[in-house]
């Protein structure tokens, strides 16, 4: 998406350290997930990310929801302007 609406961005998080490390190396990755790793990392050249960090779970509420609501759905849903009301615990008042 970030692609798409030509959005810069330059950090990325994800909750796993093997796969920041997979994403920050230069190295190919290896085994059955390295097609995978190789387009994400096409992916964040695309859009400009210049390092990919891991943090914990906990501290990534919102995409954690976000990506267990998304099994739930059988068609494409973009949110462009309001945020579904599961989320209002994440945002601020």
């Known amino acids: 998406?970030?692609?798409?609406?030509?959005?810069?961005?330059q950090l990325m998080e994800v909750d796993a350290c093997n796969v920041a490390s997979a994403i920050n190396g230069s190295v190919s990755s290896a085994g059955?997930?390295?097609?995978?790793?190789?387009?994400?990392?096409?992916?964040?050249?695309?859009?400009?990310?210049?390092?990919?960090?891991?943090?914990?779970?906990?501290?990534?509420?919102?995409?954690h929801t976000l990506a267990a609501r998304a099994f739930s759905y059988r068609e494409e849903n973009l949110w462009q302007q309001l945020l579904p009301s599961c989320f209002s615990s994440f945002c601020c008042s």
């Open 1 to 9: 998406m970030a692609k798409i609406l030509k959005l810069p961005i």
């Open 32 to 63: 059955s997930a390295g097609c995978i790793i190789e387009d994400i990392k096409a992916l964040c050249k695309d859009v400009g990310v210049l390092k990919c960090q891991a943090i914990p779970r906990s501290g990534n509420g919102m995409a």
